[in-house]
């Protein structure tokens, strides 16, 4: 059977691309012809994904619990991949940075539109039955979304409210390593009774401390905000990309730690002197947006619009208002 032209011409394209490597296409060939044909669970590792949910108790919904976490997991990974694209991009544009930003906020849009899974898809009394044989581990524990973070902003923007003003917007290498110390989510993981650090913060500085510190240092230069301040003064007015970006803003810094704070309400708050708040952490203090008033971009937002953060989540949610 004579062969298509547009068939010959990939073959002869196929054998200039491994010739440039020294390599013979004919034994390419013959590869091909023994190999199987690819399939969906292997393609996707189905097999070891459905093994991957390893309960440590034999109450059921622990199960959900597992499996609600690694989804989270990796629907930060994808946030990643997209925060990545946008740091290394040396040729920038508007229509790129909003591109991105419009995929990272789908995936946490689908994130806090599922978290209803954690708080009503789970039996309460199953949830403290399990909780309690998992500690200290927690979601707190969650290096990813610290990594997002340090994607999405300058260092100086993630310090506790009381050093934000403290800290240069362009920190050196040495600001960073002093800066970390003072980073928010600390205070969210000491001992209601003595402030200490709890085992739980403990064991995330042992395994995170030092990549999230090479991470700052390697994006104070191309985090999410200086690089749309890298953008002409007409792109950085595009209404699109601001309002992208104030989605993101919301999207992480409201509605996903108040979505946490909904379920941490409805298993823990029964009674906080006998049941231990989520990895022994201060969650009452450390969720709720207004104490902290943590924003990626606080020079997009207006001072009545800081003053109100994360009310709107809280009339809609808890008082039906829209």
Avoid: C
């Amino acid at each position: 059977m004579e062969l298509k032209p547009e068939i010959v011409e990939k073959i002869k394209l196929l054998d200039e691309k491994y010739a440039a490597m020294g390599q013979d296409l004919n034994s390419y060939l013959e590869g091909l012809l023994y190999a199987d044909y690819l399939t969906y669970w292997d393609y996707i590792h189905l097999d070891t994904l459905l093994t991957l949910q390893n309960p440590r108790t034999p109450i059921p919904d622990e199960e959900i619990f597992i499996m609600y976490h690694q989804i989270t997991e990796l629907y930060f990974k994808l946030s990643i991949h997209e925060f990545k694209q946008i740091g290394n991009n040396e040729n920038l544009t508007a229509d790129f940075l909003l591109n991105r930003i419009t995929r990272i906020n789908r995936y946490f849009s689908a994130l806090v539109d599922s978290f209803e899974v954690m708080v009503d898809g789970m039996d309460p009394k199953q949830f403290l039955k399990f909780r309690m044989s998992l500690l200290p581990a927690s979601g707190f524990q969650s290096a990813q979304y610290r990594m997002i973070e340090v994607y999405a902003t300058t260092f100086n923007n993630l310090m506790h409210k009381d050093y934000r003003e403290v800290y240069p917007e362009h920190p050196t290498d040495e600001d960073v390593q002093q800066m970390f110390e003072r980073i928010y989510w600390k205070e969210g993981a000491t001992e209601l009774a003595t402030g200490k650090k709890t085992l739980t913060l403990k064991q995330f500085e042992s395994k995170y401390s030092a990549k999230i510190i090479d991470l700052a240092k390697e994006y104070k230069t191309k985090n999410i905000w200086l690089r749309f301040r890298s953008l002409s003064e007409t792109e950085q007015q595009n209404p699109k990309l601001i309002e992208a970006m104030q989605q993101l803003d919301i999207h992480v810094n409201v509605n996903w730690p108040l979505s946490h704070y909904k379920s941490a309400v409805r298993y823990l708050q029964k009674n906080p002197e006998d049941i231990a708040a989520t990895g022994g952490t201060n969650w009452q203090k450390y969720l709720p947006p207004r104490f902290q008033k943590r924003m990626f971009f606080p020079k997009i937002w207006t001072d009545e619009q800081k003053e109100e953060w994360g009310k709107a989540w809280v009339k809609k949610v808890v008082f039906n208002q829209q």
